[in-house]
């Protein structure tokens, strides 16, 4: 046997101990920092998104300015001057906004903030601006540089009048929005952000900004922003030379992308650190065991015992703290992203706390222009009643039911959580529903024009009554015989059924369509279901239909059910109502309050800048014994009031110039007309509108189309008293 000493027996015992453990750290600290590089490129993606959803946001925000202000009746004459004054006010309260410039369909330019003496000058990025022609919806063009050298973003969005395109209004944003947009996310100094927009011109870039502005992505990026990908990561150069972790996201609406380079040196500083901690643990570890077997060597004396000691002292004493180090920094890495994170969902929920307000004050404008044709036509429906002497005309009934459902539409539009709330009014009577399935199919013909099979009807011989709205279950069967007729071939078999069991009155649409997939079966009437989710098993729809049905008929207190045995093989839905009780009915519904008579003599002053609801309510009110005179906008009313004396006057709120809260406020601040009886008649609806009206001095808010019936009660009803009384319609 060969002797060896025994400094080399316990230098090699060293070595067999650490270098194994040493191979298995290197391994793991390999795979660390390999860890942290897949880390930050996921940090930097959840930076884009963040910020591509941000540019999105300022983006669409532009559009909503421009899509309100493209709204002006300032429009409607055709003649651009006089909206000039209108556009600069806007372009006041946007700094972030170069200029707004008007332009026909043909691309001449008729109105330009900037350059007020300059129209017809030549269109910047025409290719948006004849999109925008073609397709008549908003578009966000590319970064263009004008004729004084300024760069600008132009958001166009189209003038539509009577369907027909009248003029395109753009307004031209500064890059330096963008920028803004890109400095309020706080992303570290060192990491590079570029916005481009949807042909890949740079928009904003967080560094150097104003030498790369205009400028492609370099190409190393381009290359990774080739694919057809909505994101993406890997290892480019940025413009400076250096090599950076790149990660990229695209914008959905706008196809504008949002790059960020992470420098490698900052990334990789700390994995140099780990191996250089590595290394030096390493080095201590193997001169400790030199020195300890140099020790052990001299101390030979020593009992083994200490040989024990020293080598559990050499385990203690090994530099593996480098990784729980490591590990504390990644820790605290961690922690800072996560600070990072809570920033960011605070800052997309203020901006979706910004969308919902947009959202409310657009549907709130959307119920009153939808609202202000309606009521000409539901005052003209009541004089054409009134002058047929009670005559029975079927193309009246017609249409005075179809106006009905269209209100009723119009305002599940406007609020469709009032339904799923269960916070819809129910004019509950005792009705045939053999009668309303006979509404809904009428209701739906339109839908049912192409089919080549008439729909099967099997109803009960003997009246089947229930005790519920008319109208809104005849929605309710209008949205299940649609769903039908969606899913099923024009030869294929519909049947409704109504009919009596258990107590309870049953309607059954049945069909032998498309059928309803097991796993969707269940989530069937859920709102808002979509793609894989989607109720109609095809392409597109919000998934309302069924969901309203749901919501309704509970409201009623019944039940809606689906059954199918699978797809292709049909479907059958079922409508499940407590029977009508005629006692019930007749306690419950509210007796009819007869329209007083007029007062003899009574002057009544209209005002309303549309002509049409303006005549119509003048004839409606002279035809009950009023003397009615009208006025277009504030002057003249004001003009008519103090030389005509009315006892009552209706006025609009959406007037040109003065509006009709600051009207009501001049007539109740002159003492001598400060008596004058007010109705607020207007096309806005909400409950904060109605606050507003009685605030500003009226006596009754009523929203369009009120019905004639409930208007000229309250005409009565204030002529009638000594003192003015207030009251408002409820908005729900």
Not at 151 to 160: A, L, N, Q, S
Not at 699 to 710: E, F, G, I, M
Request: glycine residues 8%; charged residues 25%; proline residues 5%.
């Amino acid at each position: 046997m060969r002797n060896v000493p025994l400094r080399r027996r316990l230098l090699l015992l060293a070595l067999v101990g650490i270098l194994p453990l040493a191979t298995t750290a290197g391994i793991g600290l390999r795979a660390l920092v390999n860890q942290q590089r897949v880390q930050v490129q996921q940090s930097g993606l959840a930076v884009t998104r963040a910020l591509a959803t941000a540019v999105d946001a300022s983006l669409s925000e532009s559009v909503s300015v421009l899509q309100a202000l493209a709204t002006s009746v300032l429009l409607d004459s055709g003649k651009p001057d006089r909206f000039y004054p209108r556009a600069t006010d806007v372009m006041a309260a946007q700094p972030n906004w170069l200029l707004i410039h008007l332009a026909d369909p043909s691309g001449t330019i008729l109105l330009n903030t900037r350059y007020p003496l300059q129209p017809g000058s030549t269109l910047p990025d025409k290719e948006s601006f004849d999109k925008v022609v073609s397709t008549l919806k908003p578009v966000v063009g590319v970064l263009t540089r004008g004729p004084d050298g300024l760069w600008g973003v132009p958001v166009r969005v189209p003038v539509v009048r009577s369907g027909k395109l009248r003029f395109v209004l753009t307004g031209v944003i500064k890059p330096d929005a963008i920028l803004k947009v890109v400095d309020r996310q706080q992303v570290p100094e060192d990491w590079v952000v570029s916005v481009f927009d949807s042909k890949g011109i740079r928009v904003a870039r967080s560094r150097r900004h104003e030498k790369y502005i205009g400028s492609p992505a370099a190409s190393g990026l381009q290359d990774l922003m080739a694919s057809d990908q909505q994101e993406g990561s890997g290892i480019t150069h940025l413009l400076e030379g250096e090599q950076a972790y790149t990660a990229y996201s695209r914008a959905r609406d706008t196809a504008w992308t949002v790059a960020i380079g992470i420098p490698s040196r900052s990334v990789d500083a700390a994995g140099y650190r780990s191996l250089g901690a590595y290394g030096s643990g390493i080095l201590l570890s193997l001169a400790f065991a030199v020195v300890a077997a140099f020790m052990i060597a001299r101390t030979i004396n020593r009992p083994i015992r200490q040989l024990a000691s020293a080598t559990r002292a050499l385990r203690r004493d090994e530099l593996f703290v480098a990784v729980p180090s490591t590990d504390i920094r990644e820790i605290d890495d961690l922690a800072k992203a996560l600070v990072a994170s809570a920033a960011d969902a605070k800052e997309a929920r203020q901006q979706a706390e910004t969308a919902s307000r947009a959202k409310d004050e657009f549907l709130a404008m959307l119920g009153h222009e939808l609202r202000n044709p309606l009521a000409p036509i539901v005052t003209a429906l009541h004089l054409m009643e009134i002058r047929a002497n009670g005559a029975p005309d079927r193309e009246r009934s017609i249409i005075e039911r179809q106006v009905g459902h269209l209100l009723r539409l119009v305002n599940d539009l406007l609020d469709i959580s009032r339904i799923t709330r269960g916070k819809v009014e129910l004019n509950r009577e005792r009705i045939d529903l053999r009668t309303t399935v006979e509404r809904a199919l009428e209701m739906m013909q339109p839908a049912l024009e192409k089919r080549t099979r008439p729909i099967d009807l099997d109803l009960c011989s003997k009246p089947v009554y229930a005790f519920g709205d008319a109208t809104r279950l005849t929605q309710v069967l209008g949205n299940l015989i649609a769903n039908a007729a969606r899913h099923t071939p024009p030869d294929g078999r519909i049947t409704i059924r109504v009919s009596e069991a258990d107590g309870m009155a049953e309607v059954e649409v049945q069909d032998s369509g498309s059928g309803i997939a097991p796993e969707l079966l269940h989530r069937l009437f859920d709102l808002f279901t979509q793609g894989e989710q989607s109720i109609d098993r095809r392409a597109g729809g919000l998934g309302l239909g069924l969901a309203i049905v749901k919501a309704l008929v509970e409201l009623h207190g019944g039940t809606v059910s689906a059954f199918s045995k699978g797809t292709g093989q049909g479907s059958t839905f079922t409508i499940r109502l407590p029977k009508g009780d005629a006692m019930a009915a007749v306690a419950a519904g509210p007796g009819v309050e007869a329209i007083p008579p007029a007062p003899r003599n009574a002057r009544i002053l209209v005002v309303d800048d549309n002509a049409d609801a303006a005549d119509t309510l003048a004839m409606l009110l002279h035809s009950a014994g009023y003397e009615v005179r009208t006025a277009a906008e504030s002057t003249a009313a004001l003009a008519a009031v103090d030389s005509w004396h009315p006892e009552l006057a209706v006025l609009d709120i959406g007037l040109p110039g003065m509006d009709g809260y600051k009207l009501a406020n001049r007539i109740r601040s002159n003492p001598q007309t400060a008596d004058l009886k007010l109705i607020a008649l207007t096309g806005y609806g909400r409950e904060a509108d109605s606050d507003q009206a009685l605030k500003s001095g009226f006596d009754v808010h009523l929203a369009k189309p009120a019905p004639a019936d409930r208007l000229l009660r309250e005409v009565a009803r204030l002529l009638g008293e000594g003192t003015a009384a207030q009251s408002r319609e409820d908005p729900s």
